[in-house]
């Protein structure tokens, strides 16, 4: 699929309530995305930033929460100790801390230290870092996530936007991949309002003989522009009024070709 990473992003978060950090996107604020996803770290947070940009992705209720100073993590662990001497040895009294072993009183809000989870540095509110958090929401995002269902109800984990090498040194992209029998099958998926351009499905065949892949699978919401059949027993064109039709229709032809970690009666 053409945009392979933006078309997976949306459709996940349009499922998932996805956490984020609208002006400090790192991989901490994206881990559900990031695992996945078979595509590297940077190339997916520029992706999420453009959608956020040309407003694809909204962010929902956002507020501001603190992270470390350091490494950008959120949610710290946090302790009371003294800021004089740094002894946890303290006694609470109300809003006001009396250290034991220097015997500084102070201000409770002065007394509080967070520990980072991830980097292990230590800071205090004058200098945490403070992020703003929120959902991530689609608009108007088409949803391939029935296509994932299919292939997961027969008991097969596919991969998203998984990457290939192609015979020419090209690198080639499909929505999904998923292994049966030791070798790997690809899908992509276009989904428009009327047809779906035939050159989509040539580009398609071109990366599959590319990638030599062996089995493939090019599925058309709701129809090709022209109706062609590529001819080949190990390419399969599936066209279908509405993406869940095509995934029961997917579903079907994957059961009855016995690909399927799964007994099925
Ligand atoms: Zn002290
Ligand atoms: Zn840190």
């Known amino acids: 699929m053409r945009d392979c990473i933006k ?3 949306k459709s996940l978060v349009t499922k998932t309530d996805v956490k984020m950090y609208p002006d400090n996107l790192t991989g901490f604020t994206v881990p559900y995305l990031m695992e996945s996803l078979d595509v590297p770290k940077d190339e997916l947070i520029k992706e999420i930033n453009e959608l956020i940009e040309s407003r694809n ?16 993590s959120p949610d710290p662990f946090s302790r009371v100790a003294c800021p004089k001497c740094g002894s946890n040895d303290i006694e609470i009294n109300g809003n006001i801390i009396k250290c034991r072993n220097c015997g500084l009183h102070a201000g409770i809000l002065e007394a509080i230290n967070f520990i980072c989870k991830t980097c292990g540095k230590s800071f205090n509110i004058e200098n945490a870092k403070w992020i703003t958090l929120g959902s991530l929401h689609a608009v108007n995002a088409f949803d391939i996530e029935p296509i994932a269902a299919a292939i997961k109800s027969l008991g097969i984990y596919p991969k998203r936007c998984y990457t290939i090498t192609g015979a020419s040194g090209m690198i080639h992209r499909f929505d999904f991949a998923f292994e049966h029998n030791e070798f790997t099958r690809v899908a992509d998926v276009e989904v428009e309002r009327d047809t779906i351009d035939v050159k989509d499905l040539i580009e398609f065949l071109s990366k599959v003989f590319d990638s030599n892949i062996k089995e493939a699978y090019f599925i058309a919401v709701p129809k090709l522009s022209v109706s062609i059949d590529p001819g080949k027993k190990n390419i399969k064109v599936i066209e279908a009024p509405s993406i869940n039709d095509a995934s029961d229709k997917f579903k079907q032809i994957l059961i009855d070709r016995g690909i399927s970690s799964k007994i099925i009666h």
Not at 61 to 69: F, S
């Open 57 to 72: 992705l909204a962010v929902n209720d956002p507020y501001q929460t603190m992270a470390c100073p350091s490494c950008g």
């Open 7 to 9: 078309n997976h992003v």
